[in-house]
């Protein structure tokens, strides 16, 4: 059975509304034959990624880069995940097929621009594609960006399907 792992990092009411929205998407009744777990980014394991078939991240915008936990996961699993490193140490683009899709969520305050960029930067030179456009929440989440998270589930465990 295909395996959809939610990352998140959700330290307030506001970024666990967006969390279960996504959760709630990907177990949506019309999408049969995918497991879906979830694991807070800290307690996340190079295991539980290469186990899985699909990824969906959540982070708050922190300062301008991803939250510190996120950041701990990609450090945490980088290189057993199949991370792949320029000469330099950098990150490199990853070549190759069998790039497993990936979406992501993101909240802030004012700005969520440096937290995007910044989990791209990583997951770029992952064996994974994204999938589906960024979801960029600023303050409280509206009614339809609850929704396009609930879509964001539902789009990225349905390609699981598909594959």
């Known amino acids: 059975m295909p395996r959809l792992l939610v990352v998140h990092h959700s330290p307030t009411p506001t970024v666990q509304r967006l969390t279960d929205a996504v959760v709630d998407g990907a177990r949506d009744d019309a999408i049969e034959g995918v497991e879906v777990v979830v694991c807070p980014a800290l307690e996340a394991h190079a295991d539980g990624v290469l186990a899985a078939d699909g990824f969906v991240l959540g982070t708050t915008a922190n300062f301008g880069y991803m939250s510190g936990a996120l950041k ?50 990583i997951v770029g030179a992952l064996p994974w594609r994204q999938a589906a456009p960024v979801l960029e929440v600023l303050g409280d989440p509206t009614d339809a960006q609850l929704e396009t998270a609930y879509e964001l589930g539902g789009t990225i465990a349905a390609l699981l399907i598909e594959t």
């Open 72 to 121: 701990h996961f990609f450090d945490t699993i980088f290189l057993e995940a199949g991370g792949a490193l320029s000469d330099d140490g950098s990150a490199a683009s990853h070549t190759g097929s069998g790039k497993r899709p990936w979406g992501l969520f993101v909240h802030g305050r004012y700005d969520t621009t440096g937290a995007v960029r910044s989990v791209e930067s």
